[in-house]
């Protein structure tokens, strides 16, 4: 099943007189329960691409299409909503909200789409508990190692049922037990929920836990490859 | 739940939040105590006013207040005194008869309002006979005196004391110039110096016929109720009563007084709404730091699906509490001063002649009512949200893609 | 130094937005208290110049018992070589004779008791403009036989100009006075009482109305200048026979000089609330810029910068946002003020009503003394000092390694 269509996308700048193609034409396709990274060097579109993809910015010309929803035509306030209720995020850091609990911050996403109250809870303990941080629930930030933060931040991302989740460089501030472990969770959701994974990152660890590589060059696909 | 995230965001910086809290304490009990310590003095104007000079209501006939002629009387003032003694709500009636005339001992002279009274009704009417600073009331008059009771700054001008002789001269009410000798039973003190040194008064039964009027005449029906709130219910009733006279209440009497009340309430707003505008400066400060160092976190929040407006709400919420618990406390704290000088008050004598002269005293008791704190806490809760409104700006431009991206 | 100077006024620079708000605090509170101030000394001085010139000039020269007793007892007598020499002292603008005293005013049965002056019409027309106030009829001449009576008087008795006015009292030494006058004029003045009860004649014929050749109750002197109060008082005293004396405006009316200062004291005390916020909000905005600079401050601390130098960096950067806000907020009231000096604001309604009641003209005067604003020049630069206090005590206790752990 396609989750994610990107059909001619281009994103052209024009701050400076000579026009930037940031994004110079790129299709692409994902299917449900993909564990897919996309990799390439700095000022290769990458950036770029993944912004646009996780509707934080609009193409120049193109379509993104999730879940039949070409995200190029949302407003930008249309687009928070469409965020909040298909994409999962976990940036590199400030995930959490430092003045909520572990179990606060996973609870936020559903209050915000609104859940009543005992399931939202319901679903928190059994979020927290399957990236193993039942023990530290009721922490704030402050107290939780990078690599438990960023535990957080995955079943945050699971929170609201989305589409698909968007890593970007997940595993940049933590040491190798805490990626190891990170990973490994991230790999468990991704087989037991089926839910589609794309990593942005320069961490080969990461790389070699993909199932599909995506480099990015000058705007454009470079490679597509499934590594053996 | 925004509402929670809010007011823990602001104890991220404690001392910085401390600060501005403690300003606004500052500038609130200030304003809730200035206001009282003017609302007390003029409450107190209003009462004494009411109390010692011009009463709720006054019957006259209908001429009377514009020309002030002797022979402008109620023919039946008298008669009209048990009918109003029965309304609810009041407390005293009296009828007097009202004479301008000249005063003068040993060569000293000054124009006078002279009011013949009853005394045992118009005790129940004003209270000067509770302002007696030498002499009495009236009280154990021998026979053959003609007993007057003036004012302080009356007696000082003209160089009278206790027994003086006085004379008043007047023209009657059928125009035939009079004499009438006095002598000095009882001095008074006001809060109000021109009106000690104009109103003197004496009994009606030595005036009555002087004056030239009927028995039972009288310029002035006086009527003291025992609450303010009774004031326009009564007034109707009486009119009804006595559709011929004119009725007229304190507020018709004396308007600078109602004048008065509103331009106090209006200067009180004033100044509260200063001190507001002086603490907008800080609080909108205080705000901006707290929005521009959480820039990375606010364009994360936008990013997972919090709308533009949850988070200007969030933004507008904090600087609420701030506001708030700065503006509750300095509440608290101003009622408590308030209640805690209200008995003893502030002796101001230094300025008591400045004072008296426009009819003020000078010793002035603080008071303030709920409403006002009321108003003064909205006043502070608005002031939170108008000083939100630009570090929200600042907030809501942020493009969460630009704030949260590392590169 | 001028490194230090310079150094200090970058890096108010640093956080352009907090240290122009911070700075606006400081501009609004002065504006706000020159603005606030210009109009209440602006009050004072108008309601004393009224007082003084419609009743007691700046200085008075009476009888020394006079003001105890006003009666016709205690008299001066008129004198022209005296008076001479009284307005030869340059700072004396000029001078009127008067003999006041009281008398019934009637006409037909209505009688109204009244305040009888005889003025020197040319002279009492130089000191209060009283020529301005006549409303009806012409003003007096010299050895003038008729009278100008207060509007409301003539309300009361019902006469016009043309009438005759009934004056019936007590003269010197208890002779009767009596006498029948023409209204020549009407006058019309802004304090109610006066238009009661003010009857006006030439001084000669005062006197003989009372019986009291020669005689004036009082002299009223006005002055070119107000700060020199008592310098004149004294001039004139020396000038003067044994039982006269002199008096100034302030001794003959307490009750306005307590005005002017509770009015006063009230004003100061809402500009020190003002001040105290802005206070905390400069401190605020301090505390937040050290907080900021810790790790900077350790690291210069560290490298071997002397903590005195330091601070001194810091205490003028507080300076500078306090001459900032203090150096707009006057630039700024000057125009205000210089614009409702020439333009006063006229009031209406019932604050006029009210205003004229108590004799003050119904206009919202403006004061352009100087002292208004390096006042609070003064109290913004107390104001830095105070706040001051906290940066340098901060220097001078914190730790280095605390600080480049920051």
Known sequence: ?228 | ?407 | MKTIIIIAWRNLWRNKRRTLITAASVFFGVIFSTVMSSMQEGSYDSNVKNSVRFYTGYLQIQHQDYWEEKTLENHITYDEALFQRIQQNAMVKNITPRLEYFALASRGSATKVAQVTGINPDMEKEVTNITSNIDQGRYLEKGDAGVVIGSLLAENLELGVGDTITLTGQGYRYATAAGLFPVKGIVDFPSQELNKTMVYMALETCQQFYNAPDMLTSVSVMITDNDKLAEVQNQIGSLLPEDYTTMNWKEMMPALVQQIESDRAGGYIFMAILYMIILFGILGTIMMMIAERRRELGVMMAVGMKRLKLATVIVIETFFIGVLGAVTGILGSIPIVGYYVNNPIPLEGQTAEVMESYGWEPFMFFSSEPRIFYLQAIIVFILTVVVAIYPVTKIFTMKEINALRA
């Not at chain 1, 934080?56 to 379509?63: E, I, K, N, R, V």
């Not at chain 1, 965020?83 to 996973?106: H, K, W």
């Not at chain 2, 401390?18 to 003017?38: K, R």
């Not at chain 2, 007034?235 to 006595?242: L, T, Y």
Request: glycine content about 6%.
């Open chain 1, 1 to 228: 099943m396609k989750v994610i269509e990107i059909k001619n996308l281009e994103k052209i700048y024009n701050s400076t007189s000579v026009p930037v193609h940031a994004v110079n034409g790129i299709n692409l396709e994902f299917q449900e329960g993909e564990f897919a990274a996309i990799v390439g060097p700095s000022g290769s579109g990458k950036t770029t691409l993944l912004n646009i993809l996780g509707g934080l910015d609009d193409p120049t010309h193109g379509q993104v299409i999730i879940n039949n929803e070409d995200l190029s035509t949302l407003s930008s306030s249309d687009r928070i909503k469409f965020r909040l209720n298909n994409i999962g995020f976990v940036f590199q850091s400030y995930n959490l909200i430092p003045v909520m609990t572990a179990f606060e911050n996973v609870e936020f996403i559903m209050q915000l789409q609104k859940w009543p109250k005992p399931k939202r809870h319901e679903r928190t303990k059994q979020l927290l508990k399957a990236v193993g941080l039942e023990e530290r629930m009721h922490n704030r930030p402050n107290k939780l190692s990078g690599g438990q933060q960023q535990r957080v931040a995955v079943a945050r991302a699971l929170a609201s049922k989305p589409r698909f989740i968007l890593a970007d460089e997940p595993t940049a501030n933590l040491d190798s037990k805490s990626t190891e472990t990170l990973l490994d969770i991230m790999e468990k959701l991704n087989r037991e929920e089926n839910i589609t994974f794309i990593f942005s990152t320069h961490d080969q660890r990461v790389v070699k836990k993909a199932r599909r590589v995506i480099t990015v060059e000058d705007g454009k696909v470079k490679s597509d490859e499934v590594p053996q």
């Open chain 2, 1 to 407: 739940m925004i509402i929670a995230v809010a007011w823990r965001n602001i104890w991220r910086n404690r001392m910085r939040s401390l600060v501005i809290i403690s300003a606004i304490t500052l500038g609130i009990f200030a304003g809730v105590f200035s206001t009282s310590f003017m609302k007390g003095m003029s409450d107190q104007r209003i009462e004494t006013a009411i109390k010692s000079e011009v009463s709720h209501i006054q019957i006259h006939r209908p001429e009377y207040r514009k020309q002030d002629k002797l022979k402008l009387y109620l023919p039946e003032a008298a008669e009209k005194l048990t009918k109003i003694r029965k309304l609810p709500h009041v407390q005293g009636v009296s009828n007097r008869i009202v004479i301008n005339g000249m005063i003068s001992s040993a060569g000293k002279g000054s124009g006078v309002k002279l009011n013949a009274i009853v005394p045992a009704s118009e005790k129940e009417v004003t209270d000067i006979h509770e302002q007696i600073i030498d002499g009495t009331y009236f009280k154990d008059t021998p026979k053959r005196v003609k007993p007057l009771v003036l004012g302080q700054k009356l007696a000082e001008k003209l160089n009278v004391q206790l027994r003086s002789r006085i004379v008043i001269n007047f023209t009657n009410a059928q125009g035939v110039p009079t004499s009438a000798g006095f002598r000095v039973t009882g001095i008074y003190k006001t809060a109000n110096h021109n009106f000690d040194g104009m109103n003197v008064y004496a009994r009606y039964q030595d005036l009555q016929q002087p004056s030239g009027l009927p028995q039972g005449g009288g310029h002035k029906i006086a009527i003291y109720l025992d609450e303010n709130e009774a004031l326009s219910q009564t007034k109707s009733k009486i009119q009804e009563m006595f559709p011929e006279a004119e009725v007229s209440d304190w507020k018709d009497l004396s308007p600078e007084l109602t004048y008065l009340n509103e331009a106090m309430d209006q200067y009180m707003y004033v100044i509260i709404i200063i001190i507001l505008l002086a603490l907008c400066f800080g609080i909108i400060n205080t705000m901006l730091m707290a929005v521009l160092e959480r820039v990375k976190e606010l364009g994360m929040l936008m990013a997972i699906g919090m709308t533009r407006i949850r988070v200007f709400f969030m933004i507008m919420t904090e600087s609420v509490f701030l506001s708030l618990t700065g503006g509750f406390t300095g509440v608290i704290v101003g009622y408590l001063a308030v209640k805690l000088t209200a008995k003893t008050g502030f002796d101001l004598s230094m300025y008591a002649e400045g004072f008296q002269a426009l009819g003020w005293s000078s010793h002035i008791y603080p008071d303030i009512d709920i409403n006002t704190l009321l108003n003064i806490t909205i006043l502070v809760i608005i002031t939170g949200i108008l000083s939100s409104i630009y570090p929200s700006i600042k907030a809501l431009k942020l493009n969460p893609a630009e704030s949260i991206r590392t590169e």
